[in-house]
């Protein structure tokens, strides 16, 4: 073979490479879509189903908590059959999840769909990152990581805006209908762009306990449970935060959800090109500027102007997404080996903290205000600063503190 049909070969074979990460990330996209979604059309919804607006709310709580009970299933008893295959059927049951929720016009049946799609998702989302991980060389996990949990971000700050213009100007049913297509596109990108990857052998509750005992990997998971909560306590309720604003008007609050959404791509890109490099510096930078940001509209709220609010807002959705892909980046980092358990807990906290953000968040604005929900999500945010602070940077700082070396 001479150098230029080798040269063809390898850029074909790295063009397939990063052609799958992309459609993981687009299926990652899909499902995280599909968990939030409701939030982003609670009053259609509402009357659709014919159920108060905190009914719809709780599909999100319960639908997050599923998918972290599954996740951590999925990991300890699934992990020896082939992943290409088992991507595909999860994704085949999210399709189906998904297709029911678009057709039904009962709440309960909605409800049981739901469970069907969270069920699948836990399980989808455990293996994503160390599936990454593996289609990849070393130099690239941090791109690759960034590119396939952009999926996240882009989801939890794109997909619910985008969401609300599909109910608002055609149903909600539709915005279902349009998730299910993309679940479609998804599970055929999968299936031809995905290589086969080799299964393991089922983990077990054992490593799962070892990995949770990891002094470096709990104390990540300590962080992200605080900073992913307090972000969700904020996040899903601030659609009517703007409202009660003075600043903005009705018709400005689809283009500050929007603006939020932009910045939150915006920052998965700066994050993807620095996350190699600078991890934790990555991290503290982004959760400082959260904070700061939350704690702002918190505490200023009755005297910011519209561009204040929107620059504030700007500030928070790039930040956001450095938070989202840095915490799994870290944990697919010092777990090594066990990247697929570790990412499971991963997994599971994230979507147990989604659920919990948006119980805190609604019991503050039952019992106390905006100004009150922004303070305490900001301050929240900031205490997990000094968890990261202590966490070392890479593994070769703490060598005892491996995975294995607890076993």
């Given at each position: 073979?001479?150098?230029?049909?080798?040269?063809?070969?390898?850029?074909?074979?790295?063009?397939?490479?990063?052609?799958?990460?992309?459609?993981?990330?687009?299926?990652?996209?899909?499902?995280?879509?599909?968990?939030?979604?409701?939030?982003?059309?609670?009053?259609?919804?509402?009357?659709?189903?014919?159920?108060?607006?905190?009914?719809?709310?709780?599909?999100?709580?319960?639908?997050?908590?599923?998918?972290?009970?599954?996740?951590?299933?999925?990991?300890?008893?699934?992990?020896?059959?082939?992943?290409?295959?088992?991507?595909?059927?999860?994704?085949?049951?999210?399709?189906?999840?998904?297709?029911?929720?678009?057709?039904?016009?009962?709440?309960?049946?909605?409800?049981?769909?739901?469970?069907?799609?969270?069920?699948?998702?836990?399980?989808?989302?455990?293996?994503?990152?160390?599936?990454?991980?593996?289609?990849?060389?070393?130099?690239?996990?941090?791109?690759?990581?960034?590119?396939?949990?952009?999926?996240?971000?882009?989801?939890?700050?794109?997909?619910?805006?985008?969401?609300?213009?599909?109910?608002?100007?055609?149903?909600?049913?539709?915005?279902?209908?349009?998730?299910?297509?993309?679940?479609?596109?998804?599970?055929?990108?999968?299936?031809?762009?995905?290589?086969?990857?080799?299964?393991?052998?089922?983990?077990?509750?054992?490593?799962?306990?070892?990995?949770?005992?990891?002094?470096?990997?709990?104390?990540?998971?300590?962080?992200?449970?605080?900073?992913?909560?307090?972000?969700?306590?904020?996040?899903?309720?601030?659609?009517?935060?703007?409202?009660?604003?003075?600043?903005?008007?009705?018709?400005?609050?689809?283009?500050?959800?929007?603006?939020?959404?932009?910045?939150?791509?915006?920052?998965?890109?700066?994050?993807?090109?620095?996350?190699?490099?600078?991890?934790?510096?990555?991290?503290?930078?982004?959760?400082?500027?959260?904070?700061?940001?939350?704690?702002?509209?918190?505490?200023?709220?009755?005297?910011?102007?519209?561009?204040?609010?929107?620059?504030?807002?700007?500030?928070?959705?790039?930040?956001?997404?450095?938070?989202?892909?840095?915490?799994?980046?870290?944990?697919?980092?010092?777990?090594?080996d066990d990247a697929f358990p570790a990412s499971a807990?991963?997994?599971?906290?994230?979507?147990?903290?989604?659920?919990?953000?948006?119980?805190?968040?609604?019991?503050?604005?039952?019992?106390?205000?905006?100004?009150?929900?922004?303070?305490?999500?900001?301050?929240?945010?900031?205490?997990?600063?000094?968890?990261?602070?202590?966490?070392?940077?890479?593994?070769?700082?703490?060598?005892?503190?491996?995975?294995?070396?607890?076993?």
């Amino acid at each position: 073979m001479n150098n230029t049909e080798t040269n063809s070969s390898f850029e074909t074979s790295n063009l397939k490479m990063w052609l799958s990460i992309i459609i993981l990330a687009i299926a990652t996209f899909t499902i995280v879509t599909a968990e939030l979604a409701p939030i982003g059309l609670l009053t259609p919804m509402a009357e659709g189903l014919q159920q108060s607006e905190s009914m719809i709310g709780l599909t999100v709580t319960f639908y997050a908590w599923i998918g972290a009970i599954s996740a951590l299933l999925s990991s300890a008893f699934l992990g020896n059959l082939p992943k290409k295959t088992l991507l595909i059927t999860l994704m085949f049951i999210l399709f189906i999840s998904n297709i029911l929720c678009a057709m039904t016009t009962d709440y309960y049946f909605f409800v049981a769909a739901r469970v069907i799609g969270a069920l699948a998702h836990g399980a989808f989302w455990a293996m994503i990152g160390a599936l990454a991980m593996s289609l990849v060389p070393a130099r690239h996990v941090g791109l690759a990581t960034s590119i396939v949990f952009g999926g996240v971000s882009a989801a939890s700050v794109f997909g619910i805006p985008i969401a609300n213009v599909i109910g608002a100007n055609l149903s909600w049913q539709m915005a279902f209908w349009i998730i299910s297509a993309l679940s479609v596109f998804s599970l055929l990108g999968i299936l031809l762009l995905v290589p086969n990857i080799k299964s393991q052998h089922a983990i077990g509750i054992t490593v799962l306990k070892d990995v949770i005992r990891n002094p470096i990997l709990s104390k990540i998971y300590i962080a992200t449970l605080l900073a992913i909560t307090a972000h969700f306590s904020a996040f899903t309720f601030i659609e009517p935060y703007l409202h009660t604003s003075k600043a903005i008007s009705d018709n400005f609050i689809s283009i500050a959800l929007f603006t939020f959404g932009f910045a939150g791509l915006m920052g998965n890109f700066i994050t993807g090109m620095f996350i190699d490099r600078y991890l934790k510096p990555l991290i503290l930078l982004s959760v400082a500027i959260v904070a700061v940001s939350l704690l702002i509209l918190g505490i200023f709220s009755s005297s910011l102007n519209q561009t204040a609010i929107f620059a504030l807002i700007i500030f928070w959705g790039i930040s956001v997404s450095g938070i989202f892909v840095g915490f799994q980046t870290w944990v697919l980092r010092i777990a090594q080996d066990d990247a697929f358990p570790a990412s499971a807990i991963y997994v599971a906290i994230f979507n147990s903290a989604i659920g919990t953000g948006a119980l805190f968040g609604a019991w503050i604005m039952a019992n106390f205000d905006f100004t009150v929900l922004m303070s305490f999500s900001g301050t929240a945010i900031a205490i997990s600063l000094f968890m990261i602070s202590i966490i070392p940077s890479e593994i070769n700082d703490a060598p005892s503190q491996l995975v294995g070396d607890n076993r």
